[in-house]
């Protein structure tokens, strides 16, 4: 299974860039400095480990559990001017690192200096599995930043948790996080809960909750497959239906970025249509594979728009891909709109109806596919998407046989983490997007998943992983770190903010290069007090990144 990157990387590239070049005299000091230790680890290193050499690798290779055992060695590096962890760690090599051991932030800066075009899903990326061109594909490893640095490995070093309470409890326990907070830090390696403060008080998540739709989706639907839109012909008819599937990420723009395509569609609609003698046809669309309330209980908003499996760019109004924006009041029609409009410019005379269904006996004409799923949970994940959450919450109610509306994928990711067999009691669920203020998660379960999502038995939900925004880099991190801050660059977290709810869970590597998931959560911040809990919180990330705590 191959889990790229996020497109978001091409974005990053300047920044890493600008960053990686401030650094790059002093990080060459101490790279030579630190050789000879560092070529002893790598001769220790146990058999079965990657072996660490400042030879430029070949070729990421693929995360396949059925082919390829995850190895354990990771290296981070970075300079003390950046706050980056220097050390060479012995955890899990998945998520934020590729199979060499090496952080996908440096791969992605020094595949940019080379010009090999990064680890992004940009259109000349190539093809994956079919998709489209210009689909989602993995970039080629490129030379490591810095080789792995400092004279022990930190494999058996797991910071201790009087020492962790230290480093976190001033952060933590500040007034202006408010009178309700929990938190908790577990070793990904082990799973040992090193530090907690109220871990099994079950609190509003907020975006956080994407973390377990994206384990949920996972697991139950698996992170190949593929969301399908079609079109049909209705037996002895000029009728066309076209019919959703649940992909949110369809998009009608010339620059598709590797998501499915309506313009493709419309090609291989009209081709079909051509060999048929078809010129003139009437155009439906079918959203029954949805069920229940189309609207959040949020109401209208920007962040998310009717919650259908027939939409076009998340019915945008405007030429985004993220955040919030103005949506059309009726995504379906607007994207058989567009799609009719397409069919036009391909000498397809169309007159569009409203909705029906699609007839059982009806012939396909043309299909088109989402990335995959791998894909789509990185992207959420990326930019706390709350059309692709709603989109895969859904999808995991059709794989659990529960009903394909809010009601139904809460009850269905729920259903799907119980058989992952981690921490549930007093966990509720309303939604897939974490917008309710009906949901209610732990930190010690949002820990449990993240070192589910690092464990070498589960390779399918490493996307959870790579999925998550990096501090100073991408998606809703990007600005939340400075370029000199402690845990720029180390840090991957997902942020939660609601009014009077303030989070953050993800994973960093301390500063004895052990791999920890963290989750703090807040939930009755006074509003004017906003930025203050966000900094504390970012601040409490940092506190771990620099943590020798043993």
């Known amino acids: ?47 079965g ?42 955890v899990t090599a998945a998520g934020p690192w590729d199979s060499s051991g090496q952080r996908t ?22 093809m ?5 061109a210009g689909a989602p594909k993995p970039a080629p490893s490129a030379p490591s930043v810095l080789a792995g640095l400092g004279g022990a490995s930190g494999a058996g070093s797991a910071p201790e ?10 952060f933590l326990n500040s007034s202006v996080l408010g009178p309700r907070r929990a938190a908790a830090v577990v070793d990904v ?44 012909l209705a037996p002895d008819s000029a009728e066309v239906v076209l019919v959703g599937g649940g992909d949110p990420t369809l998009t009608a723009h010339k620059d598709t970025g590797g998501y499915a395509s309506l313009r493709t569609l419309a090609d291989e609609t009209a081709a079909a249509l051509g060999k048929r003698h078809l010129n003139e046809i009437t155009l439906t669309y079918d959203t029954s594979l949805y069920e229940g309330p189309e609207q959040h209980t949020i109401g209208e908003n920007g962040n998310l728009a009717l919650v259908v499996p027939l939409m076009a760019d998340e019915a945008r109004l405007n030429d985004s891909s993220s955040g919030s924006a103005d949506r059309d009041r009726d995504p379906a029609a607007h994207a058989t709109a567009k799609f009719a409009d397409l069919l036009e410019q391909r000498g397809i005379k169309t007159k569009t109806d409203d909705s029906g269904r699609a007839p059982k006996d009806a012939e396909e004409l043309a299909a088109v596919s989402s990335p995959p799923l791998s894909t789509l949970v990185e992207r959420m994940l990326t930019n706390s998407d709350n059309d692709i959450a709603e989109a895969l919450a859904r999808q995991v109610a059709l794989a659990t046989g529960e009903r394909p509306s809010f009601e ?46 690092a464990a070498p038995s589960r390779p399918e939900l490493r996307p959870v992983l790579t999925g998550l925004p990096v501090a100073g880099f991408t998606g809703t991190l990007r600005t939340r770190y400075s370029t000199d801050a402690t845990g720029t660059g180390v840090v991957r977290a997902k942020t939660g903010t609601l009014s009077n709810v303030n989070t953050l869970a993800g994973t960093v590597v301390d500063a004895d290069g052990r791999l920890l998931a963290f989750a703090f959560l807040a939930t009755e911040t006074e509003l004017g007090n906003t930025d203050l809990a ?4 970012t601040d409490a990330t940092s506190a771990l990144a620099m943590c020798g705590c043993r």
């Not at 994956?128 to 489209?132: I, V």
């Not at 956080?208 to 989706?217: F, G, M, S």
């Not at 939604?431 to 209610?440: A, E, K, P, T, Y």
């Open 1 to 47: 299974m191959v889990v790229p990157e996020p497109k978001v990387w091409r974005a990053a590239r300047t920044q890493v860039v600008r960053v990686a070049r401030g650094v790059k005299p002093g990080l060459a000091r101490v790279t030579r400095a630190v050789k000879p230790g560092a070529a002893r680890v790598a001769q220790v290193v146990k058999p």
């Open 49 to 90: 480990v990657v072996r660490v050499t400042s030879a430029v690798t070949a070729r990421s290779s693929q995360l396949t559990g059925n082919t390829k055992k995850l190895t354990n060695l990771q290296f981070t590096a970075g300079a003390a001017t950046l706050g980056l962890v220097l050390s060479a760690g012995a």
């Open 105 to 126: 932030a440096e791969r992605d800066w020094a595949a940019s200096r080379a010009g090999q075009g990064g680890a992004d899903h940009g259109s000349g990326s190539g």
């Open 128 to 132: 994956s599995s079919g998709t489209a």
């Open 161 to 170: 948790s009087a020492a962790l309470a230290a480093a976190l409890d001033p």
């Open 189 to 232: 390696e082990t799973g040992e809960q090193l530090y907690a403060q109220n871990a099994n008080e079950a609190l509003t998540p907020a975006s956080t909750t994407k973390i377990a739709t994206a384990v949920a989706t996972l697991s139950a639907v698996g992170p190949d497959h593929r969301i399908e839109t079609r079109t049909v």
């Open 408 to 453: 139904g994928g809460a009850a269905a990711i729920k259903k799907e983490l119980k058989t992952l067999e981690v921490p549930l009691e007093g966990v509720e669920f309303a939604d897939g997007s974490g917008l309710s203020r009906g949901n209610r998660l732990t930190p010690a379960l949002l820990t449990a998943l993240l070192a589910e999502s």
């Open 534 to 537: 966000k900094k504390a919180l």
